[in-house]
């Protein structure tokens, strides 16, 4: 009787230590398993930021400093020869000068501050000579007197005067009249400059003031 009642009571307690173990192996593995994963975080990258508003620091960047562009200067070539006043002169470009009118008058004052007295008016006339079109828009004309000593002569506006057109037909020709200051005094011849292209020499006549 007592041997019946002691089997159970050892039946339970072979699986009471088993069902111990099997906790206490979890319970272990639980505690094994949260060492390594806060030690895994504590191997994070230290430089990372753990603020939550914190702003990442910008990199530098560098950049080539782009060349400037390289342009093609033009360069005045010399003034021509001399050409008498009552010619015309050799066709540069195609194009052939002339002084068709020069003549001594008073003039000025037409604009505040501009003087008034005596004065050349001269008149150019260019034509085209060649195949195509001239672009004639910066073409101007300028004056010295004096002889030698080249006094330059300053230019004078409004009426009376005139410009060539921004370009002349292949075939065509046109005038314009420019006047400018000249005191009476000065003896000396006087000169024409006519300045046509940029990259063609300037034009000058020379002769006798009027």
Do not use: C, H
């Not at 806060?38 to 430089?47: K, L």
């Not at 060349?67 to 093609?72: C, H, I, M, V, Y």
């Not at 409004?158 to 046109?174: C, K, L």
Request: proline share 10%; hydrophobic share 40%; net charge negative.
């Amino acid at each position: 009787m007592a041997d019946s009642q002691t089997e159970p009571r050892r039946r339970m307690g072979w699986r009471g230590w088993t069902l111990i173990g099997v906790i206490a192996v979890l319970l272990i593995g639980g505690i094994v398993w949260g060492v390594l994963a806060n030690s895994g975080s504590d191997q994070a990258d230290p430089g990372a930021s753990t603020s939550p508003g914190a702003t990442p620091t910008p990199q530098p960047t560098e950049f080539e400093t782009p060349s400037p562009g390289a342009t093609d200067g033009v360069a005045k070539p010399d003034d021509g020869e001399e050409v008498p006043l009552d010619e015309p002169a050799p066709a540069v470009e195609g194009v052939v000068t002339e002084v068709t009118d020069i003549q001594s008058i008073t003039a000025g004052n037409d604009i505040p501050g501009e003087p008034s007295g005596p004065a050349i008016q001269v008149t150019v006339r260019l034509t085209n000579g060649s195949e195509k079109a001239i672009d004639t828009a910066g073409a101007n004309v300028t004056l010295t007197y004096g002889g030698d000593d080249r006094l330059p002569a300053a230019g004078l506006t409004g009426e009376g005067t005139s410009v060539w057109p921004s370009s002349i037909a292949a075939g065509a020709s046109a005038d314009a009249v420019f006047q400018f200051a000249v005191p009476s005094s000065p003896d000396g011849d006087v000169r024409v400059i006519v300045d046509i292209l940029a990259a063609v020499p300037n034009v000058v006549f020379v002769g006798p003031r009027p």
